[in-house]
């Protein structure tokens, strides 16, 4: 899975470069628009990560030129302006999602992920980890092919190990994932905690080889395969 | 009190004042002419009496009519020599008018032909002063009334007509918000201190209003510009607490960190919002069913509901439509929702009242009536500070609705009311 980088903010770009290639992408940058230019007309990606305020030209160009040269690469625009204007008129020109700076890198990931997986045409949407499959589309959990029932809140936790597997994810990081917007957030730890707790319980029961583990002090680590 | 009912009554005490000493001064000085004028007849008579008495001792006898009247009598040498001239007012009575009038009367004396010495008695009929001083006090009282109808209506027109630009000022400045849209203010004038007025309160709106929009616009770029390298730092340490060589105590100092830059995150998105409301950026309406939304949002936070052992409960007595932006909708009814359940207790409960002019939130507390003065500011947190909270939430909502002229109040009675009216 390749993926390309179109940021001009140098620390920025190395640390999204660094954690997806952890996540075993192959990624690639663009600082400035005519690089990026070039390098969309010269390679196919998987995923464009975009920044639409970019030296030399507007990000939202890039969405035409990637429609002139008919490629359906997935697009997800990642903008520090995260204004309503510039989230329709992306939508509009094509790009697939929305990432407002500043995001955790679990956040991107599971971004990333899904737009890659929506874009797969062989329909087959699921996420497996050894005897675990999820569902996103239709928000169900199987373990050894028995469905493990969950509430939205543990399903939305779930999603997001899932899609950061063997990441270390921090306790506010699932908080925000988990109450969505950027509003008042008084009290959500605790709540975090005791879901958490929950759905450790229920895969626990449920028999499931992936394991979320509690890392002292930070926040949570799904461990994929059990520990020799 | 009017700036022309305060010049008015100040100038109907002053008037008062001078009119009463001017009708004293009045008095006096008539009846002291009166008096002058009518020793002066006395004078005159006794002149007269005398004169024709000393050619005709005939003469010399008692006379009366209706003004006047004399008597002479004889005296004594020696009476005659110490005798003084004297005048003094008396009263006479008047068989005709059968009553006791003022008169005054002149005492003197005078030698006749025949060598004998008389004494003689004028009195004239005077003016009663009960009488004057009754038709000066009507006249004065008379001209007081007369002159403060004719002050009232003359400053009244004149105040009316000569103000005009200043009310007109006051009217436009009282309409003017800044940021707002105002009318351009239309005063013509002549009078040059009302055109300096204009100039001047032109020029500080205008002064103000760049000010505003300048600080308006600060705030966001500033928030803009933070994004970045906030983005960085997060995404550094979350890279870095995911270094095997991290100890436990390290990765407890790394998650201080974290959440802490979390906590510039959420505030500066929450300035974002608000100055991005306060500018307008939201300018999408529709009609907006409310009972849905705050459906799916309790829906939402049904776990969380749980996790606390909150009772939730909504009466929905109507529909409630409101003609807003759809985001806005959200974002008012998740802070109200939010603050409500933020605020309970565990084990309390949450009332979310719709009718159809507005929304109620009720939530219990263990706690006391909140600041209503300050609820709605910026920053505000009611006696214990919760940590992660920003403070904005209720900021927030009030600029959402001040922006669509809504209406918020807050009340308790044992619980904490939000009464939401639109």
Known sequence: MKILIIEDEKDLREVMTRSLEKERFIVETAVDYPTALQKINDYDYDCILLDIMLPGGNGLSILEELKKLKKRESVIIVSAKDSIEDKVTGLDLGADDYLAKPFHLAELHARVKSVIRRHQTDGNTEIEIENLILHPDDHTVFINGEELKLNRKEFDLLYYFVTNPNRLINKTTLAEAVWGDNIDQADSLDFIYSQVKNLRKKMKNAEAIPEIKAVYGFGYKLITTPEA | MKLIHH???????????????WAGFFFFSILDEILDETDDSLENYKHLIIQQVLRDTAAIHNNSDLMSQYFIKEISE????HYEERYFDSTRFYEIEYEFDPVRVLKTAFQGQDKKFYELTIMISTLEQGDMIIAILWSIVILYVTLLICILVVSEFVFRKSLSPLYKLLDWLNNFTLGGKNSPLKNPTKIKEFQKLNDTILKMTRRNEEMYSQQKQFIENASHELQTPLAICQNKLELLAERPDCTEGQLEELEDIHRNIGRIVKLNKSLLLLSRIENGQFHEIKEITL???????????????????????????AICNVRMNESLANILITNLLKNAMIHTPNEGNIIVHIQSSGVTFANSTEGDSLDQSRLFTRFYQADNKKKESTGLGLAIVQSIINLYHFQISYFFDGKHHFDLRF
Do not use: G, R
């Open chain 2, 78 to 81: 020696t009476q005659a020599i």
């Open chain 2, 291 to 317: 009972n849905p939304i705050i459906k799916e949002l309790t829906e939402d936070f049904q776990e969380i509901y749980e996790h606390k052992k909150l009772h939730i409960e909504i009466k929905e007595d």
């Open chain 2, 7 to 21: 010049t008015i009554s100040k100038l109907s005490i002053v008037m008062i004042v001078i009119l009463t000493f």
